[in-house]
């Protein structure tokens, strides 16, 4: 095992990918000589010259449309948007081309397209920086959407991502970017399925399922609930789709409750799929299932009001409490 | 006519170099267009094709033009209106058909449409529902060939409606950037949807627009197929000697409407009345004559047979079988 950032991770999957396959091609506003925003793709010009590491003018419908157009006709091109907000910008070459070719065209193609993107709050960058969209995509049958929270997921998510023959959005954290934790060594070919969650913590009281960033936030919530003698199972769904519902009605089965977290908003959101699902799967419940995501407001700049904003560790231990309070 | 971007004449058939060979090829590709959208209309008309469906009558010599210029494994991206260059690439009639009548053989299952035939074997990188996006994919199958160095060129079809679409502006400083093998060809109609072309664009000539990016634009005749193939090919062995992007603006005239069964009130008598006489059919019957080796008893062989071959594949269209229910959840996603 080897220390490594979030960011570096990235980096390193797609360095692996390319090294792989040849197929596989960078495009996106400033990914090539100097190396991203974020440092995220230092280097990979340098090794990979510039045919394969194309900076893109600021033109995000027309070169998401192009590397739509370079996975019908034989490349695997990974394409960055800079912020998660961007991508408002090609919602026609994602929704109406990749996603719908394949099954308009007959099955004659795949679209083997990576799009990675950072979204998410906790940075103050106000409401055209700090959106978390993944419901959106989700809501498109032909896109996947992953939204790794740990550096070894990023490294295994966008490396299946990569190898995927359909589109696939990558919803990165721009908050978790210097986020730090163990990935396998160099050499190792770190793969994560797609629609696969991971059981962060164990517990039996309540299942907090948290996306993205609200990953930390629920462990964060599981340490203070621990010490009051509640166990608290934190669930990382780390595809949002296709979206492992087996692990989350298991879980829920032995706890009895559940808690959804997401900083997206709650409104047609990650938690009102997930717990219509477990009603519909006739799971009995201990208590009614909460929710806790930001109001049903836009991301304001403001640092004081940010804070309220995003679910806190109080929060949603706060929640888990109520839940927990007999009726 | 003068073509100041490539500083050539294009005189129409015998000027331009038209072998009788091209000359026949060129002719039977518009005929079988004409011919197809001709049995789509009836068709139509009669209720056995659901949806709806644009037709290219009138602007056939765009469509055969231009892709006689291409080898099979160049790719062509097109548009709503898309019957024409898919033919004229090289789809199958039948499968073409099969897709209107909503049939599983159809290019698409039977699942795409009239707007999503492709055949991505014979390069038709597919019929599309959103204006614009054809150039930005097109682009995008332009950056495929260059990245794996392939000596192939793509035409990008669009209509001047399009040409307002911030993505043509995208996809054209892209292309020239990155000097990228594509002709980004316009079908300018003289129609956007319900409207004619000033209201879409600034301009006289979408041409001019090619200024801006630094590469050659051309206005041509799109009348004349003979005249719009040898413009075509000027810009097409000119990117695959690595030259770059192209503009070719086709100015040509859509006789029926926007969308059969359009009631066309837009449109003024002297609109209705050029729909009667903007031919490039008829035209190239003329010019046919000043092509050496080229009988004009021939033209009458080539046309029939262009009708027959149309008129079966209607024929087996109509008799096949809807897709079976399996077919409303399968190709949404390919295996992993």
């Known amino acids: 095992m080897a220390k490594t950032k979030y960011y570096q991770a990235l980096t390193r999957a797609l360095r692996e990918e390319m090294q792989r396959d040849e197929r596989v091609i960078l495009m996106g506003e400033d990914v090539g000589e100097s190396g991203g925003i974020f440092a995220q793709t230092r280097g990979l010009y340098a090794t990979f010259g ?41 919602m026609d070459p994602l929704v109406n081309q990749a996603a719908k070719l394949r099954y308009m065209l007959g099955g004659q193609v795949g679209i083997p397209l ?3 993107t950072f979204g998410g709050g906790g940075v103050n960058a106000g409401p055209q920086h700090s959106q978390s969209l993944a419901a959106w995509f989700a809501h498109v049958p032909g896109l996947k959407v992953i939204q790794p929270s740990t550096p070894t997921d990023v490294l295994g998510l966008v490396k299946s991502g990569i190898r995927d023959d359909n589109p696939v959005i990558c919803l990165l954290s721009k908050k978790l970017i210097g986020s730090a934790g163990d990935v396998p060594d160099l050499g190792t070919d770190h793969l994560v399925p797609l629609g696969k969650a991971d059981v962060k913590r164990a517990g039996h009281d309540v299942t907090l399922l948290c996306a993205g960033q609200m990953v930390q936030a629920g462990l964060k919530a599981a340490s203070l609930l621990a010490e009051e003698g509640i166990e608290a199972e934190v669930i990382d769904p780390r595809s949002i789709s296709p979206l492992d519902m087996e692990t989350v009605l298991a879980s829920v089965l032995r706890t009895g409750r559940l808690c959804v977290v997401h900083e997206a908003h709650g409104f047609f959101g990650l938690g009102a799929e997930v717990i219509a699902s477990v009603c519909e799967a006739g799971v009995p419940l201990k208590a009614p299932p909460r929710r806790v995501t930001p109001p049903f407001a836009p991301s304001p700049f403001t640092p004081s009001l940010e804070a309220l904003y995003l679910p806190s560790p109080e929060r949603i231990a706060q929640t888990v409490r109520a839940m927990l309070e007999p009726a | 006519m003068k073509s100041r971007a490539f500083n050539v004449s294009v005189p129409g058939a015998q000027g331009a170099g038209i072998s009788a060979d091209v000359a026949r090829r060129l002719f039977r590709t518009m005929c079988e267009i004409r011919r197809f959208e001709e049995v789509a209309s009836e068709r139509y008309k009669l209720g056995e094709l659901p949806g709806f469906i644009h037709l290219s009558l009138g602007q056939e010599a765009c469509a055969a ?94 209509g001047e409606g399009a040409s307002g679409a911030g993505i043509a502006h995208e996809a054209m400083n892209m292309a020239a950037i990155w000097k990228l093998p594509i002709i980004f060809f316009c079908e300018a109609n003289a129609f956007a949807e319900l409207s004619p072309f000033g209201t879409h664009v600034s301009v006289p000539d979408v041409a001019q627009r090619a200024a801006a990016y630094g590469f050659p634009g051309i206005t041509v005749d799109g009348e004349d197929v003979f005249a719009v193939y040898a413009t075509v090919r000027q810009a097409v062995e000119r990117a695959r000697r690595g030259g770059g992007p192209a503009l070719v603006e086709a100015k040509t005239f859509r006789w029926h409407g926007h969308y059969e069964g359009d009631p066309q009130n837009y449109k003024s008598d ?35 047979k262009a009708r027959g071959r149309i008129d079966a594949a209607a024929a087996w269209a109509a008799g096949l079988q809807s897709p079976p229910a399996s077919a409303l959840t399968e190709d949404v996603y390919a295996e992993a």
Do not use: W
Request: glycine share 14%; hydrophobic share 45%; aromatic share 6%.
């Open chain 1, 50 to 90: 510039a045919n394969r590491v194309r900076d893109t003018p600021i033109a995000e419908n027309g070169f998401v449309s192009a590397a739509v157009g370079a996975a019908m006709t034989g490349l695997r091109p990974v394409v960055e948007i800079g912020f998660e907000d961007f991508v408002t910008a090609c």
């Open chain 1, 114 to 116: 990576l799009l990675y």
């Open chain 2, 65 to 158: 033009g231009a892709c006689a210029t291409l080898e099979r494994g160049d790719y062509i991206t097109s548009t709503h209106r898309g019957h024409g260059h898919c033919l004229a690439k090289g789809a199958d009639p039948a499968r073409m058909m099969a897709e209107l009548f909503a049939k599983a053989q159809g290019y698409g299952k039977g699942r795409g449409g009239s707007m999503h035939i492709a055949d991505v074997a014979a390069g038709v990188l597919g019929a599309n529902g959103i204006v614009g996006q054809s150039m930005g994919l097109g682009i995008g199958a332009a950056l495929s060939l260059q990245v794996q160095g392939r000596n192939n060129v793509v035409i990008a079809f669009f």
């Open chain 2, 270 to 304: 002297a609109d209705h009345a050029k729909a009667q006489t903007f031919d490039p059919i008829s035209l190239a019957r003329q010019q046919a004559a000043d092509v050496p080796g080229l009988k004009a008893h021939e033209l009458d062989d080539i046309e029939s």
